[in-house]
């Protein structure tokens, strides 16, 4: 008799944003795949996927382990208690398994590590910029011991290859997921937050410094002064995250509805005309994809990492310039005889349909699972 694969995938350290929506998707519809029945699943979760996670029992039955865990528990030089598994799948690292003996796969996106960073710098002293270097150096040391990497694009790949990576690389790309196309699984969120005559703009976002969300402040205040009560910016940050970046300054045109769950992003979708992300650096997120499949705009860094993948289907704008992104939003929502917003809409929509979804995404992991 074949001897069962022990696999355990690892989401301890995904705690805010993409990362956790992401890890959310993929063990749904793990759960709901035709798997071979030599391959043994556990998972290891953050609380904050964990909450994200509807119908525990069925996850609980699925896996041969399933439970809350600190990332602490199993990193470093606890790594040792993970040697009962042939094979770890961390969704995103970078996590350090020095005492680990068996395979590693680790999902990429860390920015940080292959593009230039001065941009992001700058906001900081120079003690914070050095640790962020260091902080850095050492995650680019920790991806170089993975066993395999996997990416969310080409361009990705072969910019770690220029940055001299030996390990295996896969380009898995990023999907939305299945939840945005079965209306059962979406969850209502409080629609207060939303202001009824005024243009609604999300920040998807979490709060990390290459989000750049600063920006977003800045530029609601200079709005609230060249066209009172036109805009909303709603954020879905952690409260305590949502207080740092306001630092205190009182601004009646942005709002914080907390963080949300995937099966509430469709809804908060429904409730915007647009979506901003200024990003500073970035590997592929699937927010962009998102608004484009709930037919709302998407205004986007003008920064390759964004183009490449979005081509003409998004609004571009210079993140380090609040001038350039108002002229942006006055070109698509103030101005007549403009770009047709529905044209837009409907162009961008086409394209993104045609991707792929979250449980061929899956599929892919698991193929790659199976291969080591």
Known sequence: ?????????NATNLHEGGGVQVATSFLKDLVSLNLDKNLEFSAFVSVEVDCNIEEKSVYKNFFSEYRIVEA????????HKLNCYDVVFTVFGPFFLPFYRKKHISGFAQPWVIHPVEDVLYQFKFYKRF?????????????????????????????????????RIEVVENAISTIF???????PIPEYFFASKKINIGVLSGSYP????????????????????????????????????????????????????LRQCPIFY????????????????????????????IFLSDRSFFREVCLNHAVYF?????NNAISMLENFFLKEGGLSIEEHLKSAHNFVVSKRTSDSKAKSYIRLISSL
């Open 270 to 297: 429904n409730n915007i005309q647009g979506v901003i992300l200024p990003s500073l650096l970035e590997c592929f997120s699937i927010t962009p994809f998102e608004a484009m499949l709930m037919k709302k705009i």
């Open 131 to 167: 640790l962020l270097k260091f902080k850095y150096l050492l995650a680019s040391y920790v991806f170089t011991k993975a066993d395999l990497l996997i990416v969310e694009s080409d361009h990705i790949r072969k910019l770690l290859m220029t940055k001299g990576y030996k390990n």
């Open 1 to 9: 008799m074949t001897q069962s694969k022990k696999i355990l995938i």
């Open 210 to 261: 290459h989000k750049n969300l600063d920006f977003v402040i800045r530029l609601a205040q200079r709005l609230e002064l060249i066209h009172p009560n036109r805009f909303n910016f709603v954020f879905t940050l952690k409260p305590q995250k949502y207080d740092e970046l306001l630092k205190g300054r009182q601004i009646s045109s942005v709002c914080n509805i907390g963080v949300i769950s």
């Open 181 to 187: 196309f079965d209306k059962r699984e979406w969850q």
């Open 318 to 322: 210079d993140p380090l310039s609040v």
């Open 72 to 79: 602490k528990e199993i990193g470093l030089l606890n790594s």
